[in-house]
């Protein structure tokens, strides 16, 4: 019978996994010029280099000897390093021959089934005002080997695959990929472990450990990229960790955990794929619209880029831990009125954060470009403000092509400016 992980062994494997992305990201740099990943630069770019790109290949080293050490070598631990390895392959495939969109998604589906074919799946759950929720018993069909998908099978597999590529849109910046996984996987290693979920949590702690190590050489100035094979490996452990260390409770708030953890990349993706169906343009092709395009755009450096990214994730991890352990109800509802307050601070800060940062990205822009265009217009024409139906037409203009124009401090007209390039 194999011994159980502790919480020293968590603390052992995120050290070693850390340590071996650190020492092997410099030979995937190699790897990489050798068989020709190199990301070139294009017009949606913040870099302006050609740069290699199979740093995740260090991650994955990193992932797969701390978990052959750290983990219980039974079912559900092997599938999810099994399949680690799948998802990676997936995206070397992507790196080196620019996959097709749905051959990648059918990569990377088969590779989730690995771990969710062997138990790591959302068989039931707690909801608020619904109970207990149990997709693990309704049956959807019969597979010719006597096997039976599940509801909640099917479900973990589009959660999963879902958690792959909203770590793989966020990859646009040097750093922010790694730094997002590695504090989101920091927090849900603590999570698990708090819930008696040893084995997610020593997952979770590798992943933060791989992600921190890769972490060195991917800060800007970036000297390498992970490329799909980090961040779709890195989505792969986040959303597998989720379900193992979070969703397979019963907790209440259990459910919630990862959502508020792994808001930042979430929101982001929600807001890209929303603007791609106002535009009527397929969801999987690549556009301007990413927060950190959005930051570069309004001129922010790529290192402020990471500040502000990185705070914000820092504060609704932050919020997700007081969740976890702040003792504000007895779980029968009954609130204690000071922990309940100490909640609500804590509640205020994340919804501060958030309508500042969203305020910064979409908001008060949206209303700078139509005083732009006001007060160009004035400037230029020396006539009275436009219709309102010109401001529209020259916002929906910015907004479609990422390019705003300046001031002339002089004097005082406008004149175009593509998307500012990153700075330090």
Known sequence: ???????????????????????????????????????????????????PKLGGL??????????????PWEGESRAILLGAIAIALVGVADDVFDLNPA???????????????SGVTVSDFTFPFFGRLDPGSVDLFTL???????????????????????????????????????ISAITLAIVALSLDRTAAGVLAALTAGAALGFLRHGFPPATTFMGDTGSNLLGYLLGAVAVQGALKTNAVIALFLPLIILAVPILDTGFVVAKRLKYRR????????????RMANIGFSQRRTLLYLYGWTLVMAALALA???VPYSDDHGSFDPAWTAVMIVFGLLALAASVYLVSVLEILTLRQM????????????????????????????ELETGSFPVVDPETGEFEALGPEPPGG
Request: hydrophobic residues 55%.
């Open 323 to 325: 969740l976890r352990f």
């Open 282 to 293: 397929p969801i999987y092709k690549a556009d301007r619209w990413h927060f950190h395009h």
């Open 370 to 397: 139509r005083l732009r265009q006001l007060v160009g217009v004035r400037r230029q024409a020396g006539r009275a403000a436009p219709a309102s139906q010109e401001v529209d037409e020259a916002v929906a203009q």
């Open 144 to 182: 010719p080997w006597d096997g039976v998908v599940h509801l909640g099978d099917v479900g973990t597999v589009l959660g999963i695959v879902a958690m792959i590529n909203v770590i793989n849109l966020i990859d646009g910046v040097d750093g922010l990929a790694a730094g997002v996984c590695a």
């Open 1 to 51: 019978m194999e011994q159980t992980p502790t919480s020293l062994d968590a603390l052992f494997a995120f050290l070693v996994a850390g340590l071996l992305a650190l020492l092997l990201t410099p030979l995937t740099t190699r790897l990489a010029l050798r068989v020709g990943a190199i990301d070139e630069p294009n017009e949606r770019s913040l870099h302006t280099a050609p740069m």
């Open 58 to 71: 260090a991650i994955l080293a990193g992932v797969l000897v701390a978990g052959f050490v750290w983990l």
């Open 103 to 117: 051959v990648k998604l059918l990569g990377q589906t088969a590779a989730v089934i690995i771990p969710v074919s």
